[in-house]
C-alpha cells in the first residue's frame, strides 16, 4: 500500500519563523502536491512537482517555497510565517504523470503561527 | 484557470435517503473528473473517478457521470447509511503550465446522515 509520510502531525511556530514541512512517499512517484484545507476553502494547490528539482507554482504560492532534491521526499518552506498561514497542511503523491492516476494523501500536519 | 465549484453544505439526510451533491467544473483542457471523501479523523481518499466525457464513475453505491455539455460531474447515491457521514470533495486533473499534471478540488460538502 503506497505511504505518503508527513514528518508532524501539529507544529506551533512564532510569527517571523523559517517553518520547514517535509513529506516522504515511498511508492516512487515521479509526482507531489502540497496542498492547505481550510474550512469553506476546501483544499487549495500551493505548489507540485513532476520531477526531481522541476517545481510549478499552483493556485497560491505566496509566501511557499518548494525543495525536491529526491524523487521520496518535498518540502515545504515557509520563509517568515505569518499568523495567515496556520492551517491544515496536506502532501499527496501520484504514480504518474497522467491526469487519471488518483492522489494518494498524507494525514496532514497542523501548522498554528501564533 | 481551472476551477471546481459544488455546492454548499451541510447536507444532512435520514438513513436511506437519496443523494445528490452537485459538482460543475471550468477547465482550460479536457481533464478527468474525481471525487474524494474524507471520513471524520481521517486522510482523503479516491472515492470514483471518469475520464471521458459519458463515463460513469462508481463506488461503494456511489455514481457520478462525466457530463461534457453541462461541464459537470454530480455525485449521487440512492440510499445514504450513517456511515457515508463524511466531507466530499469534487476534483479535477488538467496541465499545467510547465507540462505536469495539477489537481484542483473544490472546497467540499459535509454530509450527515441521522438514524
Known amino acids: 500500500d503506497v505511504k505518503v509520510t508527513q514528518s508532524s502531525r501539529y507544529l506551533v511556530k512564532r510569527t517571523g519563523e523559517k517553518v520547514f514541512l517535509e513529506c516522504v512517499q515511498d511508492?516512487?512517484?515521479?509526482?507531489m502536491f502540497w496542498y492547505r484545507q481550510d474550512p469553506g476553502l476546501g483544499l487549495r494547490l500551493i505548489y507540485f512537482?513532476?520531477?526531481?528539482?522541476?517545481?510549478e507554482k499552483g493556485d497560491i504560492p505566496e509566501g511557499y517555497s518548494v525543495s525536491r532534491e529526491k524523487k521520496e521526499r518535498f518540502s515545504l518552506i515557509l520563509e517568515s510565517a505569518s499568523t495567515n498561514q496556520t492551517s491544515m497542511y496536506l502532501c499527496?503523491?501520484?504514480?504518474?504523470?497522467?491526469?487519471?492516476?488518483?492522489?494518494?494523501f498524507g494525514n496532514g500536519t497542523r501548522l498554528t503561527v501564533t | 484557470g481551472d476551477s471546481v465549484t459544488q455546492m454548499e453544505g451541510p447536507v444532512t439526510l435520514s438513513e436511506e435517503a437519496f443523494l445528490t451533491i452537485n459538482c460543475t467544473y471550468t477547465?482550460?483542457?479536457?481533464?478527468?473528473l474525481f471525487w474524494y471523501v474524507q471520513y471524520p479523523g481521517e486522510g482523503l481518499q479516491l472515492l470514483l473517478k471518469?475520464?471521458?466525457?459519458?463515463d460513469k464513475g462508481s463506488n461503494k453505491g456511489f455514481e457520478a457521470t462525466y457530463r461534457k455539455e453541462t461541464t459537470s460531474f454530480h455525485l449521487e447515491k440512492g440510499s445514504v447509511q450513517v456511515s457515508d457521514s463524511a466531507v466530499y470533495f469534487c476534483?479535477?486533473?488538467?496541465?499545467?503550465?510547465?507540462?505536469?499534471?495539477?489537481?484542483?478540488f473544490g472546497a467540499g460538502t459535509r454530509l450527515f446522515v441521522k438514524a
Open positions: 477547465a482550460t483542457g479536457y481533464p478527468s
Open positions: 512537482s513532476y520531477d526531481v528539482k522541476m517545481k
Open positions: 499527496a503523491s501520484r504514480s504518474r504523470d497522467t491526469d487519471y492516476s488518483p492522489l494518494h
Open positions: 476534483a479535477l486533473s488538467d496541465r499545467g503550465l510547465t507540462g505536469g499534471f495539477k489537481t484542483i
Open positions: 471518469a475520464t471521458k466525457a459519458d
Open positions: 511508492m516512487d512517484h515521479e509526482n
